[in-house]
Nanobody, 114 residues
């Protein structure tokens, strides 16, 4: 099985930056899709960014384009989400997911922007 552990969340002032990490362990494959999602209470889950570890192709939701970078370190089986110019509306729980159908999910990390 695959386990995902997110880290890097926290409280930051508006305009600041955070780098979230998602470390995978267990049975993993070299080429797969990993994504970051967020979900605020009472709202639908939203895809934030994704990366295909095979060729590093990426996708971003419009609301974070230009201030967010998703990247990966295949040797560490870790995916990162660098978010700059944080806004209050970025406040929520962030989750990483892995797999062609995002079969595996982490427990989430909280980002609070004040």
């Amino acid at each position: 099985d695959v386990q995902l552990v997110e880290s890097g969340g926290g409280s930051v002032q508006a305009g600041g930056s955070l780098r979230l990490s998602c470390a995978a362990s267990g049975y993993t494959v070299s080429s797969t899709r990993m994504g970051w999602f967020r979900q605020a209470p009472g709202k639908e889950r939203e895809g934030v960014a994704s990366i295909y570890t095979g060729d590093s192709s990426t996708w971003y939701v419009d609301s974070v384009k230009g201030r967010t970078t998703i990247s990966r370190d295949n040797a560490k089986d870790t995916v990162y989400l660098q978010v700059n110019s944080l806004k209050s509306e970025d406040t929520t729980q962030y989750y990483c997911a892995r797999g062609s159908m995002y079969e595996y999910w982490g427990q989430g990390t909280q980002v609070t922007v004040s």
